[in-house]
């Protein structure tokens, strides 16, 4: 088993930049590979990003690239969300998520096993 924690949301404007972490507890860090998702108050959870185990392969959904950026410590057991160019559409709770069964990060919430609680993303404009 793996517990995961988030921290680092808050509020921020239009156009300003975040970062987001995950901190994993339990089980060897590099045993999962790894995804940001998001939550919008009445809205489906959707993928942000995935990361194998390694960090060598990421992921992205199409409304975040080349505006955020995925990478993990595995010497730290964390992972993190650089969230830069934000718009008021990327408010959301954003929760880090392991996967133990592969080595390439999925898309798909239903692969993730393990998740943290959330934290909070508020971008104002």
């Known amino acids: 088993q793996v517990q995961l924690v988030e921290s680092g949301g808050g509020l921020v404007q239009a156009g300003g930049s975040l970062r987001v972490s995950c901190t994993a507890s339990?089980?060897?860090?590099?045993?999962?590979?790894m995804a940001w998702f998001r939550q919008a108050l009445g809205s489906n959870r959707e993928f942000v990003a995935g990361?194998?185990?390694?960090?060598?392969?990421?992921s992205y959904a199409n409304s975040v690239k080349g505006r955020f950026t995925i990478s993990r410590d595995n010497t730290k057991n964390t992972m993190y969300l650089q969230m830069n160019s934000l718009k008021p559409t990327d408010t959301a709770v954003y929760l880090c998520a392991a996967d133990p069964d592969r080595m390439r990060p999925s898309n798909r919430d239903e692969d993730f096993e393990h998740w943290g609680q959330g934290t909070q993303v508020t971008v104002s404009s």
């Open positions: 339990g089980r060897t860090f590099n045993d999962y590979s």
């Open positions: 990361i194998s185990r390694s960090g060598g392969i990421t």
